[in-house]
């Protein structure tokens, strides 16, 4: 935990300062979506990243669609 902690406060927290608490909430889950999710590996997934994983497990076909 500490070092999603760590990555949230070096690539959000410390990039600016936010108007209102619903701006910084948006930032926080727009980076968790399209960065930190995307990146880190998971278990569950045989160490991939969610992104590798999809990209695996999808028949050719599906992905020239």
Do not use: C, K
């Amino acid at each position: 935990m500490e070092s999603f902690v760590a990555l949230l406060q070096e690539n959000v927290l410390d990039r600016r300062t936010w108007a209102t608490r619903q701006e910084l909430r948006i930032v926080i889950v727009t980076w968790i979506e399209r960065t930190y999710h995307r990146r880190r590996r998971h278990r569950r997934l045989g160490r991939l990243a969610s992104v590798e994983y999809e990209t695996v497990t999808t028949p050719p076909a599906a992905l020239a669609a």
